[in-house]
């Protein structure tokens, strides 16, 4: 299981729409509108970083309002025995 945050800015106005479109996609599991220097962050989960930027692409970069993303993948860094 791979994880993604994306740091998204959008046009003035648009932050509810873009976030409730967020919500409505599968492979998103939060989404939150912040203040700072992004406008939202999204939390993705999917069965591999592929799948993750294929979502990033093709379902979150053309919702109408997005002007920019920036995707961090998480990492895992739990101790192995």
Known sequence: MAIGYVLIDVDPGTERRVHQALLALSC????TVLFGDHDLIAKLE??????????????????K??????????ADVEEQA
């Open 65 to 74: 309002g997005v002007r920019n993303t920036k995707t961090l993948a998480g």
């Open 28 to 31: 998103v599991t939060d989404a």
């Open 46 to 63: 999917g069965e591999d970083l592929g799948f993750i930027a294929k979502a990033v692409v093709n379902e979150i970069r053309i919702i």
